[in-house]
């Protein structure tokens, strides 16, 4: 089963922390990673992509970073904000095939 | 550059029904997924079109259909809907394999 975890599956913080959302995935086999965030009943925003070939990729307040050898991404979100309040999903894509996450809700108090 | 479109937002059919979902690619691209997300999950493959030919499926049967037109829009169709399938269904384009953009999805609600 090519299972996707997310880890916390919630997470609230106060406004200005730094924090750390988690993807795991079952299989090494990959194209990209995304990033993205959701908003209620919305659809989904692209963040960050990183292709196989690279560690990580930055934009702005965001960094994530993809290891294939254990399976593992990580979103480094810095000095967060209440509009950073969403939920955050990551995708595996092996190139023919999307793999998503159930996702971190994100909550920021002001 | 218009983004990723889909239409119609919201639709509300019967069991045993049929229904067509609609969605615009961003303008340049030539890669369309969709995917159904039920409240509370991360979405779900159903499968994606490349310059008008399915490129990959997820685990949906076969009355989950779709074409990819010239112009690179494309449609979803559902036959013989049943409760389960009241979801959200968001479709995604891309150039080739790159990063994916969303539309904003259409709400179906089987009852």
């Known amino acids: 089963k090519q299972e996707v975890t997310q880890i916390p599956a919630a997470l609230s913080v106060p406004e200005g922390e730094n924090l750390v959302l988690n993807c795991s995935f079952t299989?090494?086999?990959?194209?990209?990673l995304q990033w993205f965030r959701q908003d209620p009943g919305k659809g989904l925003t692209s963040l960050l992509l990183?292709?196989?070939?690279?560690r990580e990729q930055t934009s702005g307040r965001l960094n994530a970073s993809l290891d294939k050898s254990s399976g593992r991404s990580t979103l480094y979100i810095a000095a967060s904000q209440p509009g950073d309040s969403a939920t955050y999903l990551c995708?595996?894509?092996?190139?023919?095939?999307?793999?998503f996450g159930t996702g971190t809700s994100l909550t920021v108090i002001p | 550059e218009t983004g990723v479109t889909q239409s119609p937002t919201h639709l509300i059919k019967t069991r045993g029904q049929q229904v067509t979902l609609r969605c615009s690619s961003q303008?340049?691209?030539?890669?369309v997924s969709w995917y159904q997300q039920a409240l509370g999950q991360g979405p779900q493959f159903i499968f994606q079109?490349?310059?008008?030919?399915?490129?990959g499926r997820g685990n949906f049967p076969p009355r989950f259909s779709g074409l990819q037109f010239p112009n690179y829009s494309s449609e979803l169709n559902v036959n013989a809907l049943e409760l389960d399938d009241s979801a959200l269904y968001l479709c995604?384009?891309?150039?080739?394999?790159?990063?994916?953009?969303f539309g904003p999805g259409t709400r179906l609600t089987v009852l």
């Open positions: 995604a384009s891309s150039l080739s394999l790159n990063e994916q953009f």
């Open positions: 299989d090494s086999a990959i194209y990209n």
């Open positions: 990183i292709q196989s070939s690279q």
């Open positions: 995708a595996r894509d092996t190139g023919n095939q999307f793999y």
């Open positions: 303008s340049g691209h030539n890669t």
């Open positions: 079109y490349y310059r008008e030919e399915e490129n």
